[in-house]
């Protein structure tokens, strides 16, 4: 039998009860009683009638007085009872984004994704965790016709869906770079002048932009406004941040981004972050660099992903689990 | 995480103190805020940052939306009153060479 065949029965029975022993048991009867209507999406108005019948019944001898204010209750309760069928359709309306946005968050993943490149000399690990559904941090990286790779990590400024659909855009043009110009100032150079041409005046983007040639083991690297990586020397066992200086991209369409070079030996790692690593916030306050580098350096004699995992756990923890932004870390690790 | 958002509107210069946090939630208010007076042709504004506590990279873009509009319209920017931490975040976006900023401690650049 339907709750709505039933209620009359049910809710004259409580108020009954009530009315002769106001018991607690009564109330929490009605309290059920609620909830069940709800879930019948039985109106406000409805209830009002629904009591008008019942205390009829129950109660003849009731002044007509009361039984006509009743009419005014239910004409006033009209209104609330149209606002709670509008919530119950936006409610709906919003399950149907939530779901829009699960799609668009697994089709930002298809589209953005990137093969980490397998060279002889080099180890590479990257992890990307983002802090809501859609990610705000990217990265990718290209192998090029000669051996070497690029890797680029960039924050798009304005986090959500503008924000995934502009990175879109960035990784085709980095697809699309032509191979002569893998140099990562002049890749920093012409993304620029895409972001700058493309991207709403609100949307800024940071980046981070390297090159590894296996041959000669140099790593040339450029910043458009990133959070500088850093470079472990595993002979002195010292971190080096790697310091560059330049704008960010979507600002000034005639910026210029100089390059800079390291020797990476054997052992040597180098480790690039979004902002979310380094403004990741704690207990009491923010995390300091040397704590990062800590753990790093806990970790530094593992397999790169393994230290990506790794470090990004510590980090996890020390947040409670709760990320406040996106988070990426890369790991390039010489092997031989 | 919440932002408090003061203008005080003088003949010749607007000055805007902010206290709080600027991060993804609270940037959307200080955009709404702070923008129409950057629309004013020739205008001069001060924001004064001593009470930031937090700013992320959502918070940063608003300056860069307020700082391009003012260039739009022959206007100035000065931010004043920065932290270390605010002070590196504008160091490393490339913005401190580009903006108008003055540190808190240091007082004047």
Do not use: W
């Not at chain 1, 924000?163 to 980095?174: E, F, N, T, V």
């Not at chain 1, 620029?192 to 709403?200: L, P, S, T």
């Amino acid at each position: 039998m339907n709750f709505r065949d039933t209620m009359l029965d049910e809710y004259k029975e409580i108020l009954k009860t009530y009315i002769n022993d106001q018991t607690e048991q009564a109330l929490y009867m009605s309290q059920k009683f609620s909830r069940k209507s709800i879930e019948f999406k039985i109106s406000p108005e409805e209830m009002i009638s629904l009591h008008k019948t019942s205390i009829m019944e129950l109660e003849p001898e009731l002044p007509e007085s009361l039984l006509l204010s009743l009419d005014i209750l239910l004409e006033v309760m009209m209104s609330y009872g149209l606002a709670y069928r509008e919530h119950q359709s936006l409610r709906t309306i919003q399950r149907e984004l939530i779901n829009e946005i699960e799609v668009a968050a697994s089709m930002q993943q298809t589209l953005l994704g990137t093969q980490i490149p397998n060279i002889p000399s080099m180890d590479i690990g990257a992890i990307s965790v983002p802090a809501k559904q859609m990610s705000g941090d990217y990265y990718h990286f290209v192998s090029h016709e000669n051996g070497a790779i690029s890797v680029a990590i960039a924050d798009i400024i304005g986090k959500g869906i503008p924000a995934a659909l502009c990175m879109s855009m960035i990784k085709y043009s980095m697809d699309s770079m032509p191979e002569d110009s893998q140099a990562p100032g002049d890749v920093l150079e012409r993304l620029n002048r895409v972001v700058e041409q493309n991207v709403d005046p609100t949307m800024f983007i940071t980046m981070f932009s390297g090159l590894y040639n296996p041959e000669t083991h140099m790593f040339s690297y450029s910043s458009a406004g990133h959070e500088p990586g850093f470079f472990y020397h595993a002979e002195t066992g010292e971190f080096e941040e790697l310091q560059a200086k330049g704008l960010l991209l979507g600002v000034d369409k005639k910026a210029k981004y100089n390059e800079y070079d390291r020797k990476v030996e054997v052992g040597d790692v180098i480790l690039l972050m979004s902002d979310g690593v380094t403004e990741c916030r704690t207990e009491d306050g923010f995390l300091e660099v040397d704590t990062l580098i800590g753990y790093i350096e806990k970790y530094i004699h593992l397999g790169s992903q393994e230290i990506a995992n790794k470090v990004y756990k510590e980090l996890e923890y020390l947040q409670d689990f709760q990320l406040r932004d996106d988070f990426t870390l890369i790991i390039l690790k010489r092997t031989i | 995480m919440n932002i408090t958002i003061d203008v005080q509107e003088q003949a010749q210069q607007t000055t805007i103190n902010l206290a709080g946090e600027i991060d993804a939630y609270t940037a959307p208010k200080l955009r709404e805020t702070a923008f129409p007076y950057t629309e004013k042709q020739g205008a001069d504004i001060v924001i004064d940052l001593s009470g930031v506590t937090y700013m992320d990279s959502t918070g940063l873009g608003v300056f860069v939306g307020l700082f391009k509009s003012l260039n739009a319209n022959n206007g100035t920017l000065k931010l004043t009153g920065l932290s270390d931490r605010l002070k590196r975040l504008f160091d490393i976006t490339g913005l401190a060479d580009i903006m108008n900023i003055n540190s808190g401690s240091e007082g004047g650049v």
